[in-house]
């Protein structure tokens, strides 16, 4: 436990140095405010993040996300800093939830931005605390999905570019392309498609809604990747 | 203090270390000595609990370094092949969160980094960022990690690549510094920095360790087998003749070239001939313009036996 907290701290910390958390920071806040700038905040409309996190939060989250996690690991196997840390007293599964805590740490502080949206909204009409709140849980475990994903391409990779644009073009065919795909196909594949649609278990909690299969949906994906992710980087010793 | 017995690693195809077995006393610095491509980076990267081996067993001070991993760890200091560390922070942050992986609170790693810092000679680089560090202060910075938790044992690889000359002047006395109360193994391509800086050595060529001794012993293998060369004036065959009849003689090569005689003498091992030379060449009257034992450097034994080894190799790999 001790060992994640200073993962954490150490990622965490190599956020703030770098340029790219500051700009991923920039363009999320960019994106997300002109959503809300243009889609929600005008006279007449709902005082809700609906139309934000119905279609834009995921759109840019599949973008900003990977842009994240894609330095964890891929740069500690170029550099080759990975052969200090796994010669160092910590188990692969530390790093790994090390890491994925501090890139979520790290979307947390972005989502904490993020609340100035109904702030502003709750000057002009009444925001629904309750509806918010169960937004703000679809959020948790959409981010915590996505970091999970890039986290594991992060680890396939020493490049980032290529752990970028997998998990970009994982994260968009997961999220808005199954459903479509699901009905040019028969059987087992058809459900299959049908169950990854992250889209489909993000909207209830769009709605207002927290279901338990969709919770249990979101935290045993991330589980799993975070399982393949351990076991990539128990597997890169042996090449 | 490290045992590796019959150890064996493949990269697919590529065999890197080919039933490696030797033994590491407690104290004292160990040089692993081969050109590159030898097998000493994968072998120090088994011993440092990175890489798992494909065969064979190894330990440190009892523990094995798969089976029982994060006690070898806790007990190694390593610095990988050129020092990777992360450029974005401080030196002092690097050591405070490397201090923190291995257990201490921050009172300890204050008092850790305090003496590294004087140790390595960091000085005031402690407070820069790691990324705008010459290249001989990173791998000083990579030590001071290597060394924070005061190991028993410490395996460095290739430590003064890419230094200048006084700073590798500096790293060897500190490695040496170190080893008396360290054991110490590290890898080096330059015979010279291990005869200066190491107790013992091992080389090793194309996967195989070729031999183990301290210079003085090595050194010692090879003047065993050193020839003596001559040049006399006189009939060649007849020169040829008289040599050859000398006793502890086993083999003359002569080659004539302007009047002169030039006599490669190969004498039976740990075997003088020079003064019987010099008798038999003045009892003839022949005059001897040149009489020596041909140079019995650490240098020509390596090239030697690397040479013998990768032969070997291609010899095995043509059937």
Partial sequence: MRNITTMIQRELGAYFLSPIAYA??????????????????????EASLRSLIEFWAMLILVFVLPMLTMRLLSEEYRSGTIETLLTAPISETEIVLGKFLGAFVFFLILLGAMLLYPILLATFGPVDPALLACNYIGLFLLGA???????????CSSHQIIAVLLSFAFLALMTFASQGLA?????????????????????DFVRGMVDLNHVVFFLTTTALFLFLTVKRVEMRRWQ | ??????????????????????????????????????????????????????????????????????????????????APLYPEMRSREYLNFRGKLRGMDSQECRAAINRVTERCWLGEFIDRPIGHLSKGMKQRVGLADAIMHNPEVL?????????????????RNLIKELG????????????????????????????????????????????????VVAE???????????????????????????????????PEPQRDVREALFRLTASKSWTLRELRREGATLEDFFVQVTARQQQAVIHTDNR
């Fill in chain 1, 183 to 203: 009905q040019t196909v028969e059987g087992w594949p058809r459900a299959l498609l049908q169950h990854v649609s992250v889209r489909t278990h993000f909207f």
């Fill in chain 2, 1 to 82: 203090m490290i045992q590796v017995t019959n150890l064996t690693k493949r990269y697919g195809p590529v065999l890197a270390v080919d039933d490696v077995s030797f033994h590491v006393e407690r104290g004292g610095v160990v040089g692993f000595l081969g050109p590159n491509g030898a097998g000493k980076t994968t072998t120090l990267r088994i011993l440092s609990c990175y890489q798992p081996a494909t065969r064979g067993s190894a330990t440190v001070r009892g523990f094995d370094v798969f089976g029982q991993s994060m006690e070898v760890r806790r007990l190694v200091g390593y610095l990988p092949e050129s």
């Fill in chain 2, 232 to 266: 006399v004036q006189g009939p060649i065959e007849e020169v040829r003749g008289a040599v050859q009849g000398l006793e502890g003689v086993l083999n003359v090569e002569a080659t004539s070239s302007d009047g002169w005689v030039r006599l490669a003498v190969e």
């Fill in chain 2, 155 to 171: 395996i460095l690889d290739e430590p003064t690549i890419g230094l200048d000359p006084v700073q590798i002047r500096e790293t």
């Fill in chain 2, 180 to 227: 008396e109360d360290h054991t110490i193994l590290l890898s080096s391509h330059i015979l010279h920095e291990v005869e200066q800086t190491c107790d013992r050595t091992i080389i090793i060529a194309a996967g195989r360790i070729v031999a183990t001794g301290s210079p003085q012993e090595l050194r010692d293998q090879l003047s065993a087998k050193a020839r």
């Fill in chain 1, 24 to 45: 991923v920071s920039a363009v999320f806040l960019f994106a997300t405010g002109l959503a809300f700038g243009l889609g929600t905040f005008r006279n007449g409309a």
């Fill in chain 1, 145 to 155: 999905l996505y970091i999970s994903v890039g986290l594991f391409f992060s680890a």
